[in-house]
Nanobody, 114 residues
Framework: VQLQASGGGLVQPGGSLRLSCVVS????????MGWYRQAPGKQRELVAG???????NYADSVKGRFTISRDNARNTVTLRMNSLKPEDTAVYYC?????????WGKGTQVTVSS
């Protein structure tokens, strides 16, 4: 099972980015997909997650600015990030719980700076 994330980059404060993650491999089902982030000197934290039913949950710091969605047919999870702030700068990792096991992508850098 492999997770391939894309969409990171440099953006100015107030800007937008979209992150995508595709899960590939021999999988029966993916119950949970999510995005986490880790800033320098800080622990990895949950940004947003979504169940196979489509029910999302968000960190308080991103509510109202970020939107997570998933395409079950394509094993893809997307994070739309609006109104980005410098404190959103971090390496973003996608995670999938597939067949009761956790899998992580390698991460993609998001930098919010003027």
């Amino acid at each position: 099972v492999q997770l391939q994330a894309s969409g990171g980059g440099l953006v100015q404060p107030g800007g937008s980015l979209r992150l995508s993650c595709v899960v590939s491999g021999s999988i029966f089902s993916i119950n949970y997909m999510g995005w986490y982030r880790q800033a320098p000197g800080k622990q990895r934290e949950l940004v947003a997650g979504i169940l196979s039913s489509g029910r999302p949950n968000y960190a308080d710091s991103v509510k109202g600015r970020f939107t997570i969605s998933r395409d079950n047919a394509r094993n893809t999870v997307t994070l739309r990030m609006n109104s980005l702030k410098p404190e959103d700068t971090a390496v973003y990792y996608c995670k999938a719980n597939a067949d009761l096991r956790p899998y992580w992508g390698k991460g993609t850098q998001v930098t919010v700076s003027s």
